[in-house]
Nanobody, 125 residues
Framework: QVQLTESGGGLVQAGDSLRLSCTAS????????MGWFRQIPGSEREFVAA????????FLADSVKDRFIISRDNANNMFHLQMNNLKPEDTAMYYC??????????????????WGQGTQVTVAA
């Protein structure tokens, strides 16, 4: 059974940093795009960043590309989202996800088959 588990969310002040982690278990991870999405209640889910499990190629949304870094740790079946210079508009529930069969990265949520339960990030002004 595939499982994705997020950790690292919390309440911080504007300008602070947080590191989100996603632990992946249940299968050998190969040609997967591993992504981070966020959602505010009442709004659409928003793509944040993705990294390819094999190649390490990555892509970040324009709104975060100068502040966030996505990385993977294949040895420990984890991937991370380092979030720097956080802003109140980054407040959301953050979800990690996995999409199988890709040699690159995927930015469309509907292509992801597996999702974590989410971790809340709250940035106070």
């Amino acid at each position: 059974q595939v499982q994705l588990t997020e950790s690292g969310g919390g309440l911080v002040q504007a300008g602070d940093s947080l590191r989100l982690s996603c632990t992946a278990s249940g299968r050998p991870w190969g040609r997967y795009s591993m992504g981070w999405f966020r959602q505010i209640p009442g709004s659409e889910r928003e793509f944040v960043a993705a990294v390819n499990w094999i190649s390490g190629s990555s892509f970040l949304a324009d709104s975060v590309k100068d502040r966030f870094i996505i990385s993977r740790d294949n040895a420990n079946n984890m991937f991370h989202l380092q979030m720097n210079n956080l802003k109140p508009e980054d407040t959301a529930m953050y979800y990690c996800a996995a999409a199988s069969g890709y040699s690159g990265v995927v930015i469309t949520g509907r292509e992801y088959q597996y999702w974590g339960q989410g971790t809340q990030v709250t940035v106070a002004a």
